[in-house]
């Protein structure tokens, strides 16, 4: 199965900046997924990142809050901007493997102060 | 949109004791499949349904999809206080979209 690097594990942020999170993953894919999961919940899939064109957003996330680069097929970067206490959350990227399901980066932990 | 329901929330057990959680699809699905997440862990895969009535076996995990393709359930038999974590299904539409349930939180006392 694939192996997803995910950075940082986790941070602690000051309100109104902004973090960077990156996933590299040993393959190339040609989706990846970015999924917010707060504390004790399920996980909500905030975007889908192709390479090559923009990434598509579920209803409630936007692309000035959550702006997703994807430069080539192996990597991509979710920035969490202008936070707020509200964005603190563990933030995950994923791929989809079937018939393997999805692999899982293991995940940035993010408190907004 | 499709909603994945899933219960119970959470279940305290014996060490010892079974374990199911259930999950219900508010659309037909193509395939389902089952996540563990580990206390500070992220999810990792277990295994995908994909025909009607279907079972599988992983050890003391029985895995179920119902006939109609829209339920599907997990019983741990005998439970181990390494089976402690969230369980997930997701259930994939035909538009292959993935959509999680809620989870149940497994907590065993040794």
């Known amino acids: 199965s694939a192996v997803i690097s995910q950075k940082p594990s986790r941070d602690i942020c000051q309100r109104g900046t902004s973090l960077t999170i990156q996933c590299q993953v040993d393959?190339?894919?040609?989706?990846m997924f970015w999924y917010r999961q707060q504390p004790g919940q399920s996980l909500t899939l905030i975007a889908t990142?192709?390479?090559?064109?923009?990434?598509?957003?579920e209803s409630g996330f936007v692309i000035d809050k959550f702006p997703i680069s994807r430069p080539n097929l192996t990597f991509s970067t979710l920035t969490v901007s202008n936070m707020s206490p509200e964005d603190s959350s563990i933030y995950l990227c994923?791929?989809?493997?079937?018939?393997?399901?999805?692999?899982f980066g293991s995940g940035t932990r993010l408190t907004v102060v | 949109g499709q909603q994945v329901m899933q219960i119970p929330q959470y279940q305290h057990v014996q060490e010892g004791e079974d374990f199911t959680t259930y999950c219900n699809s508010s659309?037909?699905?193509?395939?389902i499949q089952w996540y563990k997440q580990r206390p500070g862990g992220h999810p990792v895969f277990l295994i995908q349904?994909?025909?009607?009535?279907e079972v599988k076996k992983q050890k003391r995990l029985t895995f179920q999809f119902g006939e109609a393709k829209k339920n599907s359930s997990l019983h741990i038999t005998a439970t181990q206080t390494t089976d402690v974590g969230t369980y997930f299904c997701a259930g994939r539409n035909a538009g292959n979209m993935l959509t999680f349930g809620g989870g149940t939180r497994l907590m065993v006392k040794p």
């Open positions: 659309t037909t699905l193509s395939n």
């Open positions: 990142a192709n390479q090559g064109s923009e990434a598509t957003y």
């Open positions: 994923s791929v989809d493997r079937q018939p393997s399901g999805y692999t």
């Open positions: 393959s190339q894919v040609t989706m």
């Open positions: 349904l994909v025909k009607s009535g």
